[in-house]
């Protein structure tokens, strides 16, 4: 299929590629601001606080359980895994299942979400579609199908005009995603503009800091440090140390100084 | 607070120093944890009284720090001026309050200063810095008993804080009961590998507790202590020390007492060469090869 080319009028540019950009840049600012202006302090979970910690030990141990003697290895493999006794074996947490209805902090949570994200997406969109609609905005660099053509093309009839070329409101959510870096950028990380971040956790689900069933947690730790074995890392120190002189550096050559600046 | 009427030269006239290095200065120590309090009320005094308006936000967190070594250096009048204008700016913050606390320890008005801590708590309960200042007003009114059960019960529930394990450790080798100091450094060893500073409190802590396998042990930790930093002079004399006390033991075979002796034997060399680096160019270096060796002897342990 020949390939028309297009010459848009500059004036495209000027009026509509650059404003489209500048309205996403600074809702999404706006957007940040309201964010933090909303945002309510999370309310830690004493237990869950104290799990996290005792499965980061727990890891620790695993890994780095080489550089203490036995002896005090075993004793605390001991503690976490014994048959009987063992902590991972002993604790058993109540599961609450966090039904995102019934849950009110999460309710509002979620409301607060939607109102700041995904409503301003719906009528920005919206209103640049009705805006700006009837011309195309730009041309992808890459060839598309033509199965894009009626969700990039929104309002242009024209059978023959490669898929490639775009309307405005393609254009909009490609800045959407694309102005992520510079917000990262004047916002520094984390922040609340980051939107493409907001449907990554949705899409994961209620997936917070530690995972709704501390049991799992607990029992794929005690499998994993079952199996751990002790292999002293200091089995052959001296023989290390002494193949060789020591290496005292510059300390004894010169005065130390010890001034403020 | 100045008498004569003299002016005491200030900081920025001593070492010719900007207002900017002082400020660049305070938040090293900040982030390194130093405790040289005279210094950071010098450096701070000065920041704060005549550049606090350049200093923008970083005023808050230099008024936290200056307060806090003041409190130190017994400046009272310094401490009370900051605690005041955080207080003004941050009214309802848990983190000024236990600033208030710690100045009520300040001033040994212990149970003033339990309330306020008191209160912090019962508003958050998971806030780790007020539950640690009320252990160290039981160190510090004498009761190590209580202070080590307390301690004992924090860290059940925050076993990751290594502050804390190390607070423990000392207050343990301080009642004597060297095994629970020595399994509160495990812990420290293992969260920090590289750290030779815990591998050598360790090894000393094992080389008290005595006995055969002890000793071993703490000539296996000096000596790690030694492979991670090769100019722990401590560790080094720590390692003579240890392996001249298993070579001389009555207990042990052949093989391990010509090991031991092999061990001792070249740390002893090394510290004779570091010796002999360090007098370096001065006329003495001689005498004090001679003090040196005749040390090493004096430290040989005899067993009776």
Not at chain 1, 140 to 146: E, I
Not at chain 1, 165 to 171: D, E
Not at chain 2, 116 to 143: E, W
Request: with cysteine; hydrophobic share 40%.
């Amino acid at each position: 299929m020949a390939d028309p080319e297009l010459l848009l009028d500059s004036s495209i540019r000027m009026w509509v590629v650059l404003p489209i950009v500048f309205i996403t840049f600074f809702v999404g600012i706006i957007r940040h601001y309201v964010t933090q202006l909303l945002h309510s302090d999370k309310k830690v979970d004493m237990e869950q606080v104290s799990d996290s910690q005792v499965l980061l030990r727990s890891r620790i141990l695993r890994e780095n359980g080489k550089y203490i003697p036995r002896q005090s290895f075993a004793m605390r493999k001991h503690f976490f895994n014994d048959a009987e006794t063992g902590f991972f074996k002993k604790a058993k947490r109540k599961v609450v299942a966090k039904n995102p209805m019934t849950d009110t902090s999460m309710l509002t949570d979620m409301m607060k979400g939607n109102l700041t994200n995904v409503l301003p997406m719906i009528v920005i969109g919206g209103w640049i579609n009705w805006a700006f609609s009837g011309f195309v905005i730009t041309k992808v660099p890459f060839p598309l199908t033509l199965r894009f053509k009626p969700m990039l093309q929104r309002g242009i009839d024209l059978l023959s005009l490669d898929a490639s070329w775009v309307s405005s409101a393609s254009w909009y959510f490609l800045n959407v995603f694309g102005l992520r870096s510079m917000y990262s950028l004047i916002l520094g990380q984390d922040n609340a503009a980051d939107q493409s971040r907001v449907m990554q956790d949705q899409m994961t689900g209620a997936a917070m800091a530690m995972p709704p069933d501390p049991n799992k947690a607990f029992k794929s730790e005690w499998e994993a440090l079952e199996i751990v074995e002790h292999k002293w890392a200091l089995e052959n120190v001296e023989e290390e140390l002494m193949s060789r002189d020591l290496n005292f550096g510059p300390i004894f050559s010169q005065d130390l100084k010890c001034a403020m600046f | 607070m100045l008498s004569n009427g003299k002016k005491m030269a200030s900081v920025s006239d001593m070492y010719d120093v900007g207002w900017e290095e002082m400020r660049d200065k305070l938040r090293k120590w900040r982030e390194d944890n130093c405790r040289n309090s005279e210094q950071i009320v010098d450096v701070g005094d000065e920041l704060i009284s005549e550049h606090s308006s350049k200093l923008g936000d970083d005023v808050w967190i230099i008024y936290e720090q200056v307060m806090i070594a003041a409190l130190d250096c017994s400046r009272d009048d310094l401490a009370l001026t900051c605690l005041q204008e955080l207080r003004k700016q941050f009214p309802d913050s848990h983190r000024v309050k236990r600033l208030s606390g710690m100045r009520l320890e300040a001033l040994e008005r212990y149970d003033e200063a339990n309330k306020h801590y008191d209160a912090i708590l019962q508003d958050d309960p998971t806030n780790t810095a007020a539950r640690k200042r009320k252990i160290s007003i039981l160190k510090a009114q004498g009761k190590s008993a209580e202070a080590i059960r307390e301690l004992n019960e924090y860290l059940e529930q925050f076993v990751g804080d290594q502050e804390a394990w190390h607070e423990l450790s000392e207050l343990y080798i301080n009642e004597h009961d060297y095994g629970k100091a020595a399994f509160c450094l495990e812990e420290l060893m293992m969260t920090n590998p590289h750290n030779h500073l815990y591998c050598e409190q360790y090894a000393e802590v094992k080389y008290t507790q005595g006995g055969l396998e002890n000793l071993e042990l703490s000539r296996k930790y000096f000596a790690q202590a030694l492979r991670l930093n090769n100019r722990n002079m401590r560790a080094l004399f720590g390692l003579y020390m240890s392996a001249s006390h298993i070579a001389a033991s009555p207990k042990v075979s052949a093989k391990v007492k010509k090991d031991n002796m092999k061990y001792a034997a070249w740390a002893a060399a090394q510290i004779n060469r570091a010796y002999k680096l360090a007098g370096h160019g001065t006329k003495e270096s001689k005498c004090s090869m001679k003090a040196v060796e005749e040390m090493l002897e004096s430290m040989q342990i005899t067993m009776s």
